[in-house]
């Protein structure tokens, strides 16, 4: 019953986390976002200088764009000194690509190693297509 009750509750939240999510347009591009470890953040920020619509996804026409995206996770005191509690770090990321396609999905990863995150674009094969270069962080 406990494992019934788990596997609902599993199903009803997998389907909470795109409730609002629009149909993606076939006359442009998609970029899904996806902060790969527990307790971050990644939200959409800009295309081209031009504030993001929604903070879950970008949605481009074909072509060259920027991305910029904002980061925000811990860095765990193990990266800082045996005395020191865990830091929040707040960071912009940019990522260049010159040729989004339309009706494509592409998925945005961003995680962190110590104190610098990273940013990887991927295409619908999982081939990395772009990677973000950093645009100022802060600590808090």
Not at 51 to 58: E, G, L, P, T
């Amino acid at each position: 019953m406990r494992m019934l009750m788990l596997t609902g509750s599993l199903l009803m939240l997998a389907g909470c986390a795109n409730f609002g999510m629009p149909d993606p347009d076939p006359s442009q591009a998609w970029i899904d976002l996806d902060a790969r470890q527990p307790d971050t953040a990644l939200q959409a920020l800009q295309v081209d200088a031009r504030q993001a619509i929604d903070k879950r996804y970008f949605e481009v026409q074909p072509g060259s764009h920027e991305l910029k995206v904002r980061y925000q996770f811990p860095v765990e005191a193990t990266n800082i000194g045996p005395d020191a509690e865990t830091l929040w770090r707040d960071c912009q990321l940019s990522v260049k690509f010159k040729e989004f396609n339309a009706g494509q999905r592409y998925q945005l990863q961003a995680g962190s190693i110590g104190f610098r995150p990273w940013a990887k674009l991927y295409d619908e094969q999982r081939k990395v297509v772009g990677q973000g270069t950093p645009a100022g962080c802060q600590s808090s």
